[in-house]
């Protein structure tokens, strides 16, 4: 199976042909795999090189002409480092785009925390009007990057990893998605994790949804999973923890309720190791997710 960011380079290659509109953004990342639409469109394959506030600017400065920039390259460099880019060349100028990242939170350990952006998606949320997309698997990253380019002038960020879940999901109407059902409380898994959630709640009764697109936030889809309540609510993200959690008290507002946030930690792990090291560190592994979900929803069985 191909990752999400090979699929991200053969969708958006296949794309630039079909669409005159949209335009490329690079930074170096992901320049390999770009070069055959580069010679095929140079006037809308742009490499700027490592300067990633440029690159963030030139994006802003297509979408005023008019075309649909797609702006790439790791999410700590493409979210937090060029932040004020992003805020002032979209959001100010009202202009949209598609930011895509790669390498997530922790996707490549050995590249040091510099490289790693469990905070990418908290940030955005300082902003307003921004689609979030968090694909588990990279048939959900193509329909959601098609999604995307055919977005009108939206301003979407699409956060690609190199985890995936074995399956894909439908995807196609952004809503979240009823996996499992059950009456004990409710986890919402958030891409990459869909796998480690179903596995770390077999047996247990709760209902399981899944979540690929984060924002907009799907409210009702989980007030009608919890009902009247009381109701019990987990999340499991891949990126800093409790990022999602004030737009579940938001929609649950009217209903009583509990919600934990699980995720990325704030703590930084100086021993990088692997990707599989990172995420039973932050306890987002099978069994540390079965033992932090049981004791939240029966603190009396701790």
């Given at each position: 199976m191909d990752t999400m960011r090979e699929r991200f380079v053969s969708v958006t290659s296949r794309a630039l042909d079909e669409d005159p509109r949209l335009a490329l953004v690079l930074a170096e990342i992901s320049m390999d795999g770009f070069r055959p639409a580069r010679q095929r469109h140079p006037e809308r394959v742009i490499n700027v090189g490592i300067r990633e506030q440029l690159l963030v600017g030139v994006g802003g400065g297509l979408a005023l002409t008019g075309l649909r920039p797609v702006v790439h390259t790791f999410a700590s460099f493409l979210v937090e480092r060029p932040f004020e880019q992003v805020k002032l060349d979209f959001g100010h100028q009202g202009t949209g785009g598609v930011l895509v990242s790669a390498s997530a939170s922790y996707d490549w350990?050995?590249?040091?925390?510099?490289?790693?952006?469990?905070?990418?998606?908290?940030?955005?949320?300082?902003?307003?009007?921004?689609?979030?997309?968090?694909?588990?698997?990279?048939?959900?990253?193509?329909?959601?990057?098609?999604?995307?380019?055919?977005?009108?002038?939206?301003?979407?960020?699409?956060?690609?990893?190199?985890?995936?879940?074995?399956?894909?999901?439908?995807?196609?109407?952004?809503?979240?998605?009823?996996?499992?059902?059950?009456?004990?409380?409710?986890?919402?898994?958030?891409?990459?994790l869909l796998d480690n959630v179903l596995a770390g709640t077999e047996g247990l009764d709760v209902t399981v949804l899944y979540a690929s697109t984060v924002r907009p936030f799907d409210d009702a889809v989980l007030r009608e999973a919890v009902g009247r309540g009381p109701a019990d609510v987990v999340l499991v993200e891949p990126y800093l923890a409790g990022t999602s959690t004030t737009a579940a008290?938001?929609?649950?507002?009217?209903?009583?309720?509990?919600?934990?946030?699980?995720?990325?930690?704030?703590?930084?792990?100086?021993?990088?190791?692997?990707?599989?090291?990172?995420?039973?560190?932050h306890g987002l592994d099978p069994a540390s997710l079965r033992r932090r979900i049981t004791a939240f929803l029966d603190p009396a069985a701790g």
């Open positions: 350990p050995a590249g040091g925390f510099t490289h790693m952006s469990p905070g990418d998606v908290a940030l955005l949320d300082t902003l307003d009007g921004w689609t979030v997309h968090v694909p588990g698997h990279p048939d959900e990253a193509e329909a959601l990057l098609r999604h995307a380019y055919a977005a009108g002038d939206d301003k979407v960020y699409v956060r690609l990893s190199e985890q995936s879940n074995t399956a894909s999901r439908p995807v196609t109407d952004l809503r979240l998605r009823t996996v499992r059902e059950g009456r004990a409380g409710v986890v919402v898994a958030v891409g990459p008290n938001d929609a649950l507002a009217a209903v009583p309720h509990r919600v934990l946030g699980l995720g990325v930690g704030r703590a930084e792990l100086r021993r990088y190791g692997t990707i599989g090291e990172h995420t039973a560190a």
